[in-house]
């Protein structure tokens, strides 16, 4: 279950995640078998498979008059994200000027769940800002994203970002406060959610049952949550 989540993640259907990893054990194997397998219509098995093909993680032979079908090198699924890749940055350059020609105003957004912390992280590194400020950071996005973040992290550094986090007493040893271009503080209390300030925008991420990130871009709320920062960090304990 866990590699079927991966693979939707990576761009697969459910399906076609189900169908691509019995197709990994089970290779070569004729449509029609891979159909009882899988408990799975016949048909529907075989555009699957058509689809898995299509896409170049799987190809057909022929042995005694059988068609048998089965995967080619798991590292063609890295044609797939070059390929959406290629195109997405054709078109954000028309996309972008689109988004130029709104007037500019407050904006508060919701994004959800994981992938709304790497378009939160996206954003960030985009901003280009110096100095990253967080305070009730709590430690579930670096966990969230574990794999994620850490190059997340790198890149801040190579952009010369530096960083000040206040975190709770409890979270001394959590790999996030090792950050090498961000000082950390420490407080008594442990928040469920944390707030972080960069460039003109506040992120706040909540961790409920369902993770949410609320957005703000408006100057008077930056300013404020700065103040109100500058005022934690003084009291805040080294």
Request: hydrophobic fraction near 35%; charge should be positive; charged fraction near 30%.
């Amino acid at each position: 279950m866990e590699l079927i989540k991966k693979l939707e993640e990576a761009g697969l259907s459910n399906k076609e995640s189900e169908v691509y990893i019995a197709l990994l054990k089970n290779s070569p194997i004729s449509g029609g078998n891979l159909a009882k397998l899988l408990n799975m219509d016949r048909t529907h098995t075989y555009n699957i498979l058509r689809n898995l093909i299509n896409k170049g993680l799987a190809s057909h032979i022929i042995k005694e008059k059988k068609t048998l079908f089965q995967t080619t090198s798991p590292k063609n699924l890295l044609n797939q994200i070059q390929k959406r890749e290629q195109i997405i940055k054709s078109i954000i350059p028309d996309l972008s000027s689109l988004e130029k020609e709104k007037p500019k105003r407050s904006i508060v957004s919701i994004l959800e769940g994981k992938s709304g912390l790497r378009t939160t992280a996206r954003m960030l590194l985009e901003s280009k800002t110096k100095e990253i400020m967080v305070y009730g950071g709590t430690g579930k996005s670096y966990d969230a994203l574990e794999y994620e973040l850490p190059h997340i992290a790198k890149k801040t550094g190579l952009l010369k970002m530096k960083g000040r986090i206040i975190t709770s007493e409890e979270l001394r040893k959590h790999p996030f406060t090792k950050l090498p271009n961000f000082k950390v503080k420490y407080i008594e209390e442990l928040t469920p959610s944390s707030t972080m300030i960069f460039g003109d925008k506040v992120s706040i991420n909540v961790f409920e049952e369902k993770l949410f990130v609320i957005i703000i871009e408006n100057k008077f709320v930056v300013d404020s949550y700065k103040k109100y920062f500058e005022y934690l960090w003084k009291v805040s304990k080294d």
